[in-house]
Every structure is written in structure tokens, then in C-alpha cells.
């Protein structure tokens, strides 16, 4: 668990039936307002200081990733061949051409000018809702009641 999250997480204790995702739903809100703040200040922000933003995400979220990796004993195999069958897998479907289109088009119905609409909207897409932490964190709190991975990724 990261220092400092102690209050997140009851040990031992069970999502019970009925229960709210709590986690869930402050990962949503938090994606929510982040994408309107970013929208709002992204113009008064400087490229070096937009850059070290995006650095530090980067970094820590690797950091999160080698920890639970590397605590759980993960086969590094098993990750080489997932990420290259991932990858595969991603360019035989044309993934990443699906997804420019569906940005372009989605550009033109709110009749939008920015050149980088469709890569910032991938790239939103990627982070805040397909990615691992997503999926594994809400799967964690409402198997085991553990809410440290999705509070972690709402953070970020």
C-alpha cells in the first residue's frame, strides 16, 4: 500500500452486498473535474511545465505498477508476452486508426479548430478508462473492499 493511504482500506473487510463503490465513484468525479480543469488551464500553462506534469504521472504510475509487479512476484515473461500480444492484437483490429477516426469525427460534430483534439481525446480515453489501474482497481474494491488502487489512480 503507499504511505500515506493507510485510512484507505479496512484489511481483511468485504465489499458488502448493496454497498456503494465508493471508490468508483470518486474516480469518475476526480476524471470529470481533472478534464475540466486541464480544459480550463491547459492554454495559461507553459509547454516545460505541461511537460513535467505529464513526466510525473508517467513516472509515478510506473513506480505503482513495478511495486504491485514486483510485491505479487509477477513472471516477467508473462508481462513481455502480454504486452506483445496486447500490441498484436491492437494492430491487427487497427485499434489506433478506430480511435483517430472516432476523435475526428467526434471533432467535427462539436465543430472544434485544435489540431490535437483527437490525440488529447485518445490519450484521455487510454488513461481514464481503459487503463489497468482502472480496471483492477474497481475489480479490488468490490471483491475485496480495498479501495488503495483506484483512490491511487483517481490522484494521479
Given amino acids: 500500500m503507499p504511505p500515506g493511504c493507510a485510512n484507505w482500506v479496512i484489511e481483511g473487510r468485504q465489499q458488502q452486498e448493496g454497498e456503494m463503490p465508493v471508490g468508483s465513484i470518486v474516480n469518475a468525479t476526480t476524471v470529470i473535474l481533472g478534464s475540466v480543469v486541464g480544459l480550463l488551464v491547459r492554454q495559461a500553462l507553459p509547454d516545460r ?8 504521472v ?16 509477477v513472471n516477467f515473461l ?22 483517430d477516426a472516432l476523435g475526428e469525427k467526434l471533432k467535427a460534430r462539436l ?3 485544435s489540431p490535437r483534439f ?20 474497481a475489480l479490488n474494491e468490490g471483491l475485496t473492499g480495498d479501495r488503495t488502487l483506484i483512490f491511487s489512480k483517481s490522484i494521479l
Fill in 49 to 56: 511545465i505541461k511537460r513535467i506534469i505529464f513526466q510525473a
Fill in 111 to 113: 465543430r472544434l479548430k
Fill in 58 to 73: 508517467g513516472l509515478a504510475t510506473l513506480v505503482l505498477g513495478m511495486q504491485m509487479a514486483l510485491g505479487d512476484g
Fill in 78 to 99: 508473462v508481462l513481455i508476452f502480454s504486452l506483445i500480444l496486447g500490441g498484436i492484437l491492437g494492430e491487427s483490429v487497427q485499434l489506433s486508426a478506430r480511435m
Fill in 118 to 137: 483527437t490525440e488529447g481525446l485518445v490519450t484521455a480515453f487510454l488513461i481514464f478508462c481503459v487503463g489497468s489501474m482502472t480496471f483492477v482497481g
